[in-house]
């Protein structure tokens, strides 16, 4: 059985009053991909957050295991522009970094030639490379993706997913990854964990999207068939309107309680 | 007469070179009114240094670093917005400045001196005052410049990697009361950001690499300070704002002059 990374035990964080995260219970293990999805201001990047010590849970409690090493890809970089600063020195920033090691990760990212590219001029694409590369160096058994793929055509997104996958498989670290566009995340995915406050429903990606819990907050899968790749099973016909008709009975009668046991 | 121009020139290359590097982080860190602020507040470390009849410069230091940790921590409290805050800030230190100067009857303070700055009035012990706050900020920016950088690109990934954010922001912090400290006889509260920004702002347009800014604005600092005292000799102008005006010319010439960038 393969190590568990983190556990989050019934994390809740509130501010001001208002409760943001409450009672989210989740592990990632090692070579596990964990897909974070949930709406704008579900509380995801609050509960990466947390994980990575730049806030405080306000309950529960996040247990690392004490080999755990982060690499963290952040949403975006943005450095100012009066700060010279090339790809290559941007890397080696990386705390406690190998430089030998720069060269080689930029060239498994397919981005061995922006080595002395200024930070300032890189494309929406090459950027998020580039902070998968820092990720990297950091030496990590766990890689933190927050939105990875922000700002990156199609065609890049697969082929970013694709690395990161590949990456999975090659060092065998754990991936938690953040979306809120999840129909490209979901063939790569281990472990969908939908949440918007709580966790509303986790499990296989098939389980997730054949949940009510999910489909009330992104709707019906396959709904838009030009941007689903993912392969995905009908477990559920439409009627004229578009709205689903159950098939199976029970499959959309079950309430959140029904879906936790993951 | 010789003998003064050197002393003045040695003092003013010493701030110049420290400023540089220092002014790149203040720049990049969008810190200009931040220095600004520790900077007004420097005459009511001279004052109060006068009052307690402790050490100038170490009175100066004290109070910068005293008020950017009280900055700090009305800043994480989210009160006000923070520029409105260091405009609080800035002006009520300099007026509490020059309120508790105006109390001192028995000391004759030049007041002027301290706004402007009078680099022709620097003396033996000021000169050996800069030379060692010099090193001591240049020592500590090259041993922690990896980390400085990292806190300076991204606090986030510098932290999840690791760095330990807090302790560097409040190094910089220091190094900027050090910097104040040192440069405040030659060109004055008034004017000290402007020799730490001017020379970064300019170096900023050859540079293609942190080290190469930070270097460039120590030389381009040390041309302005050159060329302030000459034309200061020359026609009789008063030295701080000479050497702010030649930074501010040789500014004008980096970005009107297609000059190449360094790779």
Redesign the interface.
Known sequence: MSKRLVAFDKIGISFDGRVLLENIDMTISEGEIVTLIGPNGSGKSTLIRTL???QEATSGEIVRHKTLR?G?M?QK????P?????VK??L????GVDKQQILPTLEKLGIGHLL?S?VHVLSGGETQRVLLA?ALL?RPNLLVLDEPVQGVDVNGQVELYNLIENIRNELNCGVLMVSHDLHLVMAKTDTVVCINQHVCCSGSPQHVTGHPAYQALFGVPGADESIAIYAHQHDHVHDEHGSIVSEGGDAHGHDHSHCNHH | MLDLLLRALLGGLGVAAVAGPLGAFV????MAYFGDTLAHSALLGVALGFLLDINLNLAIIVLCVGLALVLVTLQKKHIIATDTLLGILAHSALSLGLVAVSFLDNIRIDLMAYLFGDLLAINQADVYWIYGGGFAVIALLVTFW??L??V???E????????PVEAIRLLLMLLVALVIAVAMKIVGVLLITSLMIIPA?TA?KL????V??ASFASLIGCLAVCGGLWASYRWDTPTGPSVVVCAALLFLIAYTLPFK?L?
Do not use: C
């Open positions: 990575l010590g730049l982060i963290y952040p970089l943005h450095i100012d009066t700060l010279p600063l090339t020195h941007f080696a920033l990386v705390r002395k200024q820092r950091n | 720049v990049w860190r969008r990896k980390p950088l990292a300076t690109v991204n986030e990934l510098a932290k999840v990697e690791g760095y702002a900023r540079s293609s690499t942190p190469q800014m960038r790779r």
